[in-house]
């Protein structure tokens, strides 16, 4: 297996596109990985995506944008995960190039999620929870983070305002990018006052519903240094999956197949949680924060709220997230998160993430959560130097 390099990332804003269609953000990202790689062709483009065909009346992502890109009979896929539809894909173009079937590979996130009425949207984001025994019986993706979220507290002792680090900490690091969607602070008193969506579930704890593209170029790492001034290699790659219903799960507050993936990740990488430099984690609900952290190693179970109250997770702390603001103050267009956690990780590597820059920032890890936590994709990244 050859090791793999990004040689080129692209992004869009994140914000209600309503002028601008699913095919004109896939380009715009596309576009501009492209041309940060400084090439004009690919072997494949892999597409992730995961409700085109229900909002956009859109599917067959592969071909349509290989068509736009004037890439026309290169081999071309759309590929679905939920929420983890990008770096599913990402996973895809990795081991394409890996294998050696393919020398450079485009891979996209992109999600058009407000073309239709939040009713809709809800429903089609549903789709990725169990539809026989979950679904059918009303629940939500908002309502089943509520129902882990109240356990975690009734398990550990947590109060909601405890969680309120994760918010605040995601919006200070979102008004330095340019392309999230909130450019605003939130205090914790505002985030103690904020309207309940599903108790104990507050507005100020879910990730908006948004549109936005991302996009990178692999190449081999061979040659890597050959097409890129900074390329920026994969080291570590997992993917594992859960019970997709939570109450299928021996223990819903486990988050187990993100210890898998992450387990997988640190093997391939030969890493332990202490050699990671930031984590871009998939804060959609500020629940998902604190199970994450616990899965990953970084905290012990019931503890990954101590991490925010300490200040462990902002920029000057020991482990910092959501460096370019998260999926809470970015946003969360659910196809491309992914993407855009692995574009943000390759900026902060190369040391172009501005205000947020991190010093010394040597080993990114992503982890891309889809539907409720049934399968979870880790990703570390690594300058190349």
């Known amino acids: 297996m050859r090791e793999v390099a990004i040689i080129g990332i692209g992004q869009t804003p994140v914000q209600e596109h309503w002028p601008i269609s699913i095919r004109h953000l896939a380009l715009e990202a596309s576009l501009n990985a492209l041309h940060d790689a400084n090439i004009e062709k690919v072997d494949a483009v892999y597409v992730g995506n995961m409700m085109s065909g229900e909002i956009t009346g859109q599917e067959h992502l592969g071909a349509l944008l290989t068509d736009s890109l004037g890439q026309t009979g290169a081999e071309a896929l759309k590929v679905e995960a939920a929420c983890a539809s990008g770096s599913a894909a990402f996973r895809v173009g990795m081991m394409a190039v890996a294998s050696g079937m393919n020398d450079l590979v485009l891979v996209t996130g992109v ?24 679904v059918a019986q009303g629940v939500s993706f908002v309502s089943l983070n509520a129902l882990l979220m109240r356990r975690y507290m ?10 309120a680090n994760f918010v605040v900490t995601a919006h200070a690091n979102g008004m330095n990018n340019p392309n999230a969607m909130f450019h605003m602070k939130v205090t914790p008193e505002q985030y103690a006052r904020c309207a309940t969506i599903a108790d104990p579930v507050g507005l100020l704890d879910a990730s908006p519903v948004c549109d936005g593209a991302a996009a990178v170029i692999l190449a081999p790492a061979e040659y890597a240094r050959t097409l890129s001034p900074a390329p920026i290699r994969v080291r570590g790659s997992g993917i594992a999956t859960a019970p997709i219903a939570v109450h299928d799960r021996k223990d819903p507050l486990a988050l187990e197949a993100a210890r898998l993936s992450v387990k997988r990740a640190y093997d391939m990488a030969k890493v332990k949680p202490q050699d990671i430099s930031f984590f871009e984690l998939h804060d959609a609900f500020t629940i998902m924060s604190a199970l994450s952290l616990e ?26 997230i959501a460096t370019m603001g998260g999926l809470k103050s970015r946003g969360h267009p659910v196809g491309a998160t992914g993407m855009y956690q692995i574009v943000e990780t390759v900026l902060q590597l190369r040391g172009l993430a501005g205000k947020n820059q991190l010093p010394n920032a040597r080993l990114g890890m992503t982890q891309n959560i889809g539907g409720s936590g049934a399968t979870i994709i880790t990703t570390i990244l690594e300058a190349m130097g």
Do not use: N
């Not at 073309?115 to 809800?122: I, K, Q, V």
């Not at 009734?154 to 969680?163: H, S």
């Not at 899965?295 to 910092?320: H, K, M, N, Y």
């Open 111 to 134: 999600e058009k999620m407000t073309d239709t009425s939040g009713r809709e949207t809800t429903a089609a984001l549903a789709m990725a929870a169990d539809a026989e025994y979950e």
């Open 154 to 163: 009734y398990e550990y002792g947590w109060e909601r305002k405890d969680f």
């Open 295 to 320: 899965a990953s190693g970084f905290a012990e179970r019931g503890q990954g709220v101590r991490l925010a109250l300490d200040g462990e997770i902002t920029l000057q702390g020991r482990l910092p």
